[in-house]
């Protein structure tokens, strides 16, 4: 089976600026953010030493538009997506630019600055993908015991009877 080819990127870093939302002419979102990475490592001397690599990502649509809304600068959240490379040139100079373009967000941690609390929220974007709102904070609702609804079968036996 020939393959085409996988280009996948996972990143999980903090916002470093509030997203920027364009519009084209035909009214679909473009949003930009900047994500923070940060890894750790120790040193010869076992100190640790931390890397921050800053990245470029796009979100297009109703991904863009979700992410204008909900993300705000120290943000927690997790985009996955793929790399797209692109130059241009200005004032006699070609410039090379390196992209990540998202089809999911989760927004991670709580509200203002990514603290751990709720507001989780998983989104996708593209064309035929489902779109999620957000997640509620709020406790998740009680289900009814499966003795007090009964079955949806209408049949005289007790869910138990079923063999899987």
Do not use: C
């Not at 751990?116 to 009814?144: I, L």
């Amino acid at each position: 089976m020939a393959s085409r080819g996988v280009n996948k990127v996972i990143l999980v870093g903090n916002l470093g600026n509030d997203p920027e939302v364009k519009y084209t002419q035909g009214g679909m979102a473009i949003t930009s953010l900047s994500l923070a990475t940060t890894s750790v490592r120790k040193d010869r001397d076992g100190n640790q030493q931390e890397k921050t690599e800053w990245h470029r990502v796009k979100l297009f649509g109703k991904l863009g538009e979700i992410a204008g809304e909900y993300l705000k600068k120290g943000r927690q959240v997790y985009i996955e997506g793929r790399i797209e490379y692109g130059s241009y040139e200005k004032d006699g100079v070609k410039h090379y630019t390196t992209d990540i373009i998202a089809d999911e967000m989760q927004m991670l941690g709580g509200g203002e600055g990514g603290g751990m609390g709720g507001g989780r929220g998983e989104f996708r974007g593209g064309g035929d993908r489902p779109q999620r709102a957000p997640q509620s904070s709020a406790p998740p609702a009680r289900r009814e015991a499966p003795a007090a609804r009964g079955n949806d079968f209408g049949g005289d036996f007790a869910d138990d009877d079923i063999p899987f």
